[in-house]
């Protein structure tokens, strides 16, 4: 396959970029994964990953703009990339084989 | 919304957040903090915001820092690289003279540096060093010091004032002979208390340090004493067989090996180099004492003070103590001094150590400065070629600073790899210089992290003194002067030159004149007249020591059997031999006078034949003679110092302090040189063994001839009548030289140093002539061309260096003087000084360094002047 293995929280950090679109930057991928998931985490490993991912060419970046909530500094805004949108698409599709394989619940009632 | 972050905050993240992540950091940081205010309140905003900040220091951001310097960093160094390698291979030869010259000069220093490190580690291996203390005593009666004190001052004074003394440990020396089997040595053993395990915190390989020495009938040896009788070290539980002096034989158990025992003044002090310890409780059998009488005597004592004891307190308690209960011997003590170990080697005997040290650096001191100094006059008379590199690089956009450190870099190389050199020289000529000097020096690998630090540190300096000439004065010339490649004024850069040359020859006359001195003086020490005869003396210590009458009796049969060889003429029974080593001090006066009037004197032990042996003059009297058997106890012979100081002559009668027999003066000496050359003929009395029943020597006069084959003879005998004793020998001769060691040492020494002074300086005036001649090629070809003879060449490359020689013959002579001088002012003997101690080195140096100018300029001189007019 030769693609790059994605860790979990990579994984999450993908998907995250790929969802919130425009507004894709570090503060609001933790904010979005702390009300959405209500998981704590930390700031500086959201960029790490971010970092990471832009390294490995499946997100990449441009300034955007500053607010004033951020004390005049701009933000580094994220977007996915096609090979991005690819490896989450085939991780997706990996994982619901996966799930296919799991023999079906069978409730008894007795 | 105006809440900022902490400024440390954004100093700490702008530390370590690359510069184009910087921003988005912040602003992200800032935003959740706002955030935070609003949800959790401010205090607690603070503190995540703090929390999270600090997250940020983690390898996946710190590690995105670009480290990067400057724009062409690396590409100058390799540029500065290349120019030193291509300059070193141009000039083959003046590289050579500073990378060779630099490396006998550091090969010296570390060799000496080593030797005084380890001079200066003695008693480091002790534990809490600075807490132990040697008691010395003053006497009432005496002059001189002693490190011997009451015998239970130490234990009353831990006993009595236990927040001043924390322990304390005291013992006598013996030699005694130690067998297993068929192996018998006599060593050199101490005989003291069970707290020499752990109050010195010696490091123990085998046995338990604290209860090694609590029972009777053990010893602790050293893993060198293993290793000699037993091949092996885990020795515990063995046995050795120790002989006393009745002959009695004394099974001991050995309960402790001890690690090799670095030198240290307990059991090494005064250099006895003590291989084991038998408890004092069994002093009985050793020393023929009793405790009890020991009590009322002395013995060297070492004290643990406690870490905030103050000595004046200790010294207080010592002096009550001997006021209230010291014995009538011991109430003669005038005073008890504490001097601590941690320097006590280095000043002991008048800071003998010490001065070694002081003189030897300065020595080492010296041949480094001359071989910073050849490397400064090269790079003075070779400035015009790297002038001109100074004024390109200026041009191109260099600044001063680069030039400075490009030309200190490259010294420091050079340096760094003379270095190198010199630590594979010390490696070779270790064993050389071992057995010149008689000291152990330790393999470099093995030495101490702090020296390695101190030559590390001594090198860079010698780097930054060799190459700070073409760093800091060249680099500071004009881009068009030095484009020209001229010094400023041609004067300027030579007048500096000579300076340092003279500085050379001064220095190396100065050492040459005294190094001939101090050989002088040696050499005067051993062959001055001593009023005694000391070729052909064989003299014997592994003698029994059988010190009872019994033993004198069986002494007197050996000496017969000795006699009987045809290779001895005469043999003596004494405790001492003239080596300066004597066992007591006594006040003697004259009968009937005033007891006050008494002199100090060293009193000698010796049979009727000492005088036979050593070929002492008799003035009046006989010396002990027992001719017809009439042996009279009680007897003196006295030297002529004492004859006249008490006005006794032959007949006169005499007593000593302290006892009241009454001693006859059957003869009087003439005065012989007992003692080291460094004092007067002392006042001596001399008694017969028989009197004391004490001996340690046999000494032979042996008829000249075959020496070895008269050893051998001697051997054979001695192995007839002691077949278990060993056969220790030395001559006469050789005793008296380990005498003046330390002198020995520093002729050795001072003449080694001469000869690598005056190698780096003819290598200098070699390279710098060479240099000379080079750079005035057309000017000897002008002069040539104009009609100057050969002889006028040479004499103007000559003329100066004459100069130059004259003047630090000058400065150089009267220093030496006043060294010298005081140097000498230290020896009751001393050699007179001569003229020609001091002009032969100024010539010596003239003749050899002209004999290379003329060389040099010799070559220059006749070659064709149409040939050296077109060189360009």
Redo the contacts between chains.
Sequence with gaps: MGKEYLGEFEELILTMVAALQDDA???AI??EIETRLKREV????V??TL??LEDKGLIKSA?GG??????G????IYTITSAGMATLKMMKEARLDLWKLIPQLKISAS | ?KE??PGWLLKFLSLICPNN?L??????????Y??DIRKVGERKAVRKLVW?AL??F?P??IL?NRFSTGLNFIDMLSNYWKIMVRNLMKHKVYSGINVFGLTIGITFAVMIGVFCWGELQVNKQLKDVDRLYIVERDMKDTSGMGFFAPTPIGRTLKEQYPTLVENYFRFYDRNIKVSKEDKHFVIQGIIGDSTFLTMFGLPVLYGDAKTALSKHHSVVITEKMAKQFFNRVDVVGETLTLTNGLREKKEVVITAVLEDLQRNSVTDLVGINAQYIVPLQDVRDFLLTDMQTLEDDFIITYLKLRPKAQLNDVQRAMSRWIKNNGSPQQKRVANLNLKSLKDYYLITQNGAAQKMIFILSGIACFILLLAIINFVNISIASATVRLKEIGVRKVIGGIRKQIIFQFLSESLIITVMAGLFAIGCYELLRPAFEGLLNVSLPVFWKLDITFWKWFVVALVLVGVMAGSYPAFFMSSYRVIESLKGKLKSAKEGLLFSKGLMTVQFLVAIFIFCCSIVITQQVSYFLEKDLGYDKSFVLTVSSVPRIWTDEGIRQMNLAKHEFLTSSHVESVSLSWEIPNGNNGDDVSLYRYGSDEDKSILMPLLKSDEDFDDVYKIKINEGEFFSEQNGSWKPNRIVINEATSKLLNLHVGDQARMRGTDTVFTVTGVVGDFNFFSLRDPVKPVVIMHPKDLHVYRFFSFRLKPGNLAESVEDVEKHWKKLFPEDPFDYAFMDDRLASLYKSEQQLKKASTLATGVMLMIVLIGVLGLVALNVAKRTKEIGVRKVLGASMLSIMTLFSKEYIRMILVAFALAVPSALYFVDSWLSGFAYRVTLHWWMFTLPGLGLLFVALGVVIIQSYKAASVNPVKSLRTE
């Design positions: 930057y570090g503060a933790t904010d930390n700031l500086s490993a960029h790490v970092y990471r300034m500053g607010t004033n909530e951020r004390g500094r701009r933000k580094r | 919304m900022e972050i992540m921003e988005e950091i912040e602003g992200d940081l800032i935003q959740k706002n955030n999270n997250r940020f983690r996946g951001i995105r």
